[in-house]
């Protein structure tokens, strides 16, 4: 078990490597951020002397290292755009970025294991047809539309939610700062979770209703009704139990997503989280924060992987013995 | 489980903010809501020389000359000056004048000030290079000696803001950020001006208040009626004209074109528009002796005035105007705009019609009956609906045998081949902070400017526009400008388009005077 772990992180570490070497070739295609930091009026022998000042005139294999024996001293640079040490940037970012992802992976799971039992279970009702056909919406229209529709809806038309930003905000001790702990942080925080939380509930909704699908004809809840146990332990402990672990997988790689993807979110709802950040870092060709979030990005997946490897542990008592064995 | 205990978290947490619901404030005061696409990457008023960074920076410091919002020059942390020599100015400074801690504004800040924006690590250097030495005469008097007489000093210094001696020193900013220090520097999220706002809180990308200075010299001229300012960028377009809608926001400075009809049904808002200090057009290679990506070989097309006659004749820029810019535009016969100095309307009034028969004519004539194909490159990220303006020139090139292909790229992409001179055929805009002819001169007709990537230049058009750096003579001056830009009509190396018009969006209740420098300064602002 130690050693499964160990060898994961060893593998985090090469997959970051990687990711951080890929990115540092592409950056040569994001343009020059030089015409950014300084105006108009800037000589081209002024240009130069800050290039060479930024160490932009090196090959990229003598920045790449650069960049890898700064980092392993902790030091991810300084922002071109905002004049500011990346590391501080991006951990003042997490915090909006972390917790929307976690409020929609909440929506996600509890709306799409619900609909997905429901439609499972009762699959000629009225209501599973028209949640199914409804959720088709989730997974067919892109997210900038669902989230600026939201907008028109809620915050333009009726006026009831703010169509921008993050709401007042609590400063908590270690440097998190929250939005869920004021009116206007809540009131903030829904129409971008359920932008993102959309096209993850569809999917767990789907795999949960074809898992029960599945799982309702198999011999073992067959037995189990012929024993005379209640449908509800049957539907709930037995079968939803043996639907979780493709759940599981999806639900783990899809947080991943949702931190990646969050940018599209972000930055229709000019939310200040990491993902606006990175965009905002890639049209000023910001090399010090798009290479740090590109590399913070893989360590998320790596660890997602992770955790979701040593869940199956729990959920499923087979691999266990397998393991003892 | 999951199905179980999730809901009882979120009902928690639920529970948990109402219980700890913050008090609403009260808005008694007058609080003018901001919002544009993009945050000033630095407070620092010498460490970037873009347009958001000036504009953050003008509410909170002052420089020695302002602008009124017509663009004309009025005292600022100086009250008087004068040429007491042709190449020295002396200017008597503002008396009682404090910064934002308390300390007084006097003779040595503005020594300090500019040596600092002349510093190797300034952006700004560029406005104070011809400046050889700054006198302290006395408590309330500088004197700024020249290299050589400089007729446009004065429009330089709008831009240069007045920081404090003492507060730099012990902060340690006593130079503007060079990257090379691997942290922050104070300046960056931190001021001491002497401005009409101070700052309250700087969250940058996010949110900035700013509050009014009781104390400002300037509160008795300038009867402003705003008591906060908060600012908060919106970088989407429709979020941020969502904000608006909704009343989250009263100011918006750059809503979408294709958003404005939708703005002025709004029974709440308005919009106000004035030209702005930016004309678009077209440049041509006319120096290279083959073109990098076109049809012909062994020559260069552009090299034919002709030609590039037949590509002016061939755009039809009031289709432009109205298909494009939705009628929101001047169409421009000349590469300056009104308040320029040397600006003439006639030029923008003869702009050649639009007659592709007779660009066909030309284009024969040259030596291409059958045209030839070419490269165009444009931003889409960079002027009001940039890419689209080249999708329809490429259209109606088109129509007289031209056959372009259109390379829309991101700023980042694209300014480094206008200043790097590998293009053929680009779109570019340009816009005058010292609002006088001298500095397009100098950056896109001289044969050495650093942003003229059409290589155009002569020897003798040379000479002019170095001889004019130097004459202070206003009518000599004006002549020698009058005279290059006769030259440069005809040469038309560059294709005028059209000058761009800027337009706020704003809540009924707020008045504010729209700048041609697309600079909102919230002093001019009242609200009811």
Known sequence: MVNFILNRILQSAIVMFVVALISFFLFNFVGDPISNMVGQETTVHDMNALRERLGLNDSVIVQFGRFILD???????????LQRPVDELISERMPATLELVFVSAVIAMVLGVAGGLFTGLKRDHWLSKIILTSSLVGVSLPTFIIGILLIYIFAVKFNWLPSFGRGEVVDLKGGWSTGLLTVSGWKAIILPSITLAL?????????????????????????????GLKSRDINYGHALKNTLIPVITVAGLQIGSLIAFSIITETVFQWPGMGSLFIQAVQFADVPVMSAYLVLVAFFFVIINLIVDLLYFVVDPRLRSEIKN | MFFKSKPLILAGLVLGAVVTQTAVPAYAENVLRYTNVGDAPTLDPHALNSLVTLMADVQMYDALVMRNPDMIKVPGLATSWKNIDPNVWEFKLREGVSFHN?????????????KRAQAETSQ????????KEVKKIDDHTVQLITEKPNPILLDQLVNIFMMDEEWSKEHGVETPQNFSGKQETYAVRHENGTG????ESRDPDVKTVLVRNENWWGNNTYKHNIDKVVWTPIANDATRVAALLSGEVD?????PLQDLNRILSNDKLKVEKTSQIRTIFFGFDVKSDELRNSSVKGKNPFKDVRVREAFYSAIDINAIKRAVMRGMSIPAGMIIEPPINGYKAEWDKNRLPYDPEKAKVLLAEAGYPEGFSVQLDCPNNRYQNDEAICQAAVGMLAKVGIDVRLNAQPKTQF????TGKGTDFFLLGWGIPTMDSGFIFDYLLHSDGSWNASGYGTPELDAKIEAIRGIVDVDQRNKMIEEIWIQVQKDMPYLPLHHQVIFWAMSKKLDIPIEPNDMPRFYWATMN
């Open chain 1, 71 to 81: 980092a392993l001293n902790g030091n991810f640079g300084i922002s071109y755009r």
């Open chain 1, 199 to 227: 096209y993850q509930t569809t999917l767990i909704l789907r795999i949960i209703r074809s898992e029960m699908l599945e799982v309702m004809r198999t011999d073992f809840i067959k037995f189990a009704r012929a024993r």
């Open chain 2, 102 to 114: 308390g300390n007084p504004f006097n003779a040595d800040d503005v020594v300090f000030s500019i």
């Open chain 2, 124 to 131: 700004m250097k560029g406005y104070v290079n011809t400046i």
């Open chain 2, 196 to 199: 009409a706002f101070k700052l």
């Open chain 2, 251 to 255: 100011l918006v400075t750059d809503p």
């Open chain 2, 415 to 418: 300014f480094p081949l206008i």
